[in-house]
């Protein structure tokens, strides 16, 4: 078990080579938009969930607060509450029932003191 | 009477429930509210597959499908549709509501309240099961049909659920490279249970046809899997189980589980329904009359007061609406009423045979090892539960288990790891489930923002 920034500082950067969980049978034929996930850029299109674009590029979309381990969601219908990540300045968002918008910056970590 | 005459009917939920709830209601010359979580109607099992992924997945080519999303279409202008819009308290003759996560400033004062609010997977936890790649079996079909994504590109489909074969026959449909069925149920036991899925045989007809095209296809399927375990560093790499005496071992980067529906009851019980423990699907669910009635206005229809399917839903829908327009003193057709429910009783008939082949492994939940996590939220172990249980002293309520173990207490409200917290603690204790009672739901049901201050209330 290890705390939050230990997590934080081994995870950091990683999350995006380490390369996706979900595989994509099929690209949306629809707008390309970059969203940014810990800072490195991720290729989704519009009408993809946030859970979509990041665990398809990257293997977690946020840290469990208690022992730091990953976490990709699960439920993937708004029930489980464990997809939620931090839009940087802005308050958290479920990932599965939220949509990519243009040059969106997220963060796994939180962002905003107090979330 | 009166004020309830004027004050519009809500529904809340457009899965098949919902909308044959509605269309009822506006064939009768009312305009109800329509409350829809999702963007789109059709609720989980019926949820279109967005055109510009291109999939073209055989379930959408279904009648049953094709005609709820028609039925939509038809009642679209006469009704008050509001997508993305998450109900999350009833209190005083109000429905409260949260629009994109934001709660609305006031609420919905309803004359009648038709819950049509579904089901969630029931989920058994087994080691590994938060690992990034385990998904549930329902979120595994949300991503394909929704995301066009797969799990993983090797994945097992892991549990008891006719759904696991329908699940992996659309993952190869959709071109998914490898799938692997593991079921924790008997063959045996389908086989007992088939003269009542015969009730609808088309069900019958369905599960066995998808059977023969998996097992044609070359695709491993078990019967009878115990002690499922996933492993993986960061993520799934693979899975060890027991199976007909030995132990095998698999790679796999996705893994899916769900052992059945988990019907949503927060809001039934918070409008005041009574709750009663359903032996046959292990969990607690509305106690409703034979139309759907569940008391001072409240009517309830749809898998989330009983599993029955999305045909029953729609069935259910239609005749708790029909109760509804009686009590509000329609005149309604009673032979008509009587022709639903038995199409309903029939597919209850069918869904109860599915529940006794596609048991929940009751049995597994004394065996899981102590470090398993139950609470995905709080990360509170199988062990930590146990402890508590045994302890407890006095009325025995799992509610007492969740206060000073925390399971279940986090944002999802034990949706998740409810039902298996409660098996876990009654195999501690060596008594019944039913006797824990039931995770007391809290209004909101779930996280809501407050607009004026941007923070999460949960």
């Known amino acids: 078990m290890m705390n939050r920034s230990q997590a934080q500082k081994q995870l950091q950067g990683k999350s995006v080579e380490a390369g996706g969980t979900l595989h994509r049978l099929c690209v949306r034929q629809s707008v390309p938009v970059t969203i940014y996930l810990d800072g490195s850029p991720i290729e989704a299109r519009t009408g993809d969930s946030l859970l979509a674009a990041v665990m398809s590029a990257a293997a977690r979309l946020r840290i469990n607060e208690f022992d730091g381990s990953p976490r990709g969601g699960f439920c993937a219908m708004g029930a489980c509450q464990d997809c939620w990540i931090w839009v940087e300045g802005r308050q958290r968002v479920r990932a599965c029932t939220t949509l990519v918008e243009e040059g969106m910056r997220l963060s796994t970590t939180a962002t905003v003191m107090g979330c | ?458």
């Open chain 2, 1 to 458: 009477m009166t004020d309830q005459n004027n004050t519009p009917v809500v529904i809340v939920g457009a899965g098949p429930a919902g909308i044959g709830a509605a269309a009822v209601l506006v064939a009768a010359g009312l305009r109800p509210i329509l409350l829809d979580e999702g963007r789109a109607p059709g609720g989980q099992g019926y949820r279109k597959s967005d055109p510009a992924l291109g999939l073209n997945l055989a379930y959408a080519q279904e009648p049953e499908y094709k005609a709820i999303h028609a039925l939509f279409e038809r009642l679209r202008d006469k009704i008050d549709y509001r997508p993305e819009t998450l109900a999350w308290s009833v209190d005083a003759g109000s429905v409260f509501t949260a629009f994109r996560g934001s709660v609305a400033s006031e609420g919905i004062p309803f004359g009648r309240l038709i819950l049509a609010t579904g089901a969630t997977d029931k989920v058994a936890p087994v080691p590994g099961w938060t690992l990034p790649g385990v998904y549930s079996l329902g979120g595994a079909q949300v991503l394909l049909k929704d995301q066009g994504c797969a799990i993983g590109q090797d994945v097992v489909f892991y549990g008891s659920s006719p759904l696991l074969y329908l699940a992996a026959w659309q993952y190869l449909e959709a071109g998914a490279l490898k799938v692997t069925v593991l079921d924790t149920t008997p063959f045996s036991a389908k086989m007992k249970a088939s003269a009542a899925i015969a009730s609808v045989p088309k069900l019958l007809r369905q599960g066995l046809g998808l059977i023969a095209r998996l097992r044609m296809r070359g695709i491993t399927m078990r019967h009878g899997v115990t002690d499922m375990a996933i492993h993986g560093d960061g993520r799934v790499e693979g899975i060890s189980y027991s199976w007909k005496g030995r132990r095998e071992t698999r790679a796999c980067d996705g893994v899916a589980i769900g052992h059945g529906l988990r019907s949503e009851i927060q809001l039934a019980e918070l409008a005041g329904c009574g709750l009663a423990y359903n032996a046959l699907f292990d969990q607690w669910q509305p106690v409703v009359d034979a139309d759907g009635r569940g008391g001072s206005g409240v009517y309830l229809a749809g898998d989330g007061t009983r599993i029955g399917g999305a045909v029953a839903a729609e069935l259910a829908g239609r005749i708790a609406a029909s109760a509804c327009l009686a009590d509000l003193g329609h005149a309604v057709d009673a032979a008509e009423v009587a022709e639903l429910k038995r199409r309903r009783d029939a597919h209850w008939r069918a869904q109860d045979g599915l529940a006794r082949a596609f048991a929940w492994p009751r049995k597994g939940f004394a065996e899981l090892p102590d470090a398993t996590v139950l609470c995905r939220c709080e990360n509170v172990t199988a062990g930590q539960v146990r402890g508590i249980a045994k302890t407890m002293t006095g009325i025995p309520d799992i509610n007492r288990v969740k206060a000073l173990s925390r399971c279940g207490m986090g944002r999802c409200q034990s949706r998740m790891c409810g039902l298996a917290a409660i098996e876990v603690a009654a195999a501690a204790r060596g008594e019944a489930p039913a006797n824990l009672t039931h995770y007391r739901a809290q209004p909101p049901i779930k996280p809501v923002a407050i607009p004026t201050s941007s923070q999460e209330v949960a």
